[in-house]
């Protein structure tokens, strides 16, 4: 559905730019795995995505929160290779900076492809990063899902089912 998508707004099917974020989201009683983000201060779990310049998903992965971005943006681009496998350029923030993180992304999918971090010019002052809005746009649109606002699932798994029917349903408006 992805490719359609693309298509009909004149982009090839599969895409050669993805921007990586994580998002911490709070886990109810109900919810059987859970880990603790101690950055954000939230209990629960953590949504890694990968999407276009138009904000299109093309990967996930649900860890529990205690997961670093790093780390869980590893699992997400090693569970996704054959999805990604025309990826050149990766645009992230701040959070996974450093050679190791670079050197994984090679790695993992191709010695080719560049990573780009996203910095901010200056200190506790609000600036929008050319870019990087779309995969903050990517994690609203995920929020107006009224099952999506806190973790209530008892596994990961559902949690991962519930984000992928949410951005069908969103992919189905597109078209």
Request: with cysteine; glycine share 6%.
């Amino acid at each position: 559905m992805v490719k359609k998508a693309r298509k009909k707004h004149n982009c090839k099917g599969k895409t050669s730019f993805i921007i990586i974020d994580a998002q911490s989201v709070k886990n109810t009683d109900t919810a059987k795995y859970k880990g603790y983000d101690a950055g954000k201060k939230v209990s629960g779990i953590k949504r890694h995505i990968a999407v276009d310049s138009q904000g299109l998903l093309h990967a996930i992965c649900i860890t529990t929160a205690n997961i670093t971005d790093r780390e869980g943006a590893t699992t997400l681009l090693r569970q996704n290779t054959k999805r990604l496998s025309r990826v050149k350029n990766v645009m992230v923030d701040g959070g996974y900076r450093g050679e190791a993180f670079a050197n994984s992304v090679k790695s993992i999918l191709d010695e080719t492809v560049t990573t780009e971090v996203a910095k901010r010019d200056e200190l506790h002052t609000f600036k929008v990063i050319p870019k990087r809005w779309v995969v903050e746009r990517s994690f609203a649109w995920l929020e107006k899902n009224r099952r999506l606002w806190k973790n209530c699932e008892r596994h990961l798994n559902t949690s991962l089912q519930f984000t992928n029917l949410a951005f069908m349903a969103l992919l189905l408006k597109r078209l």
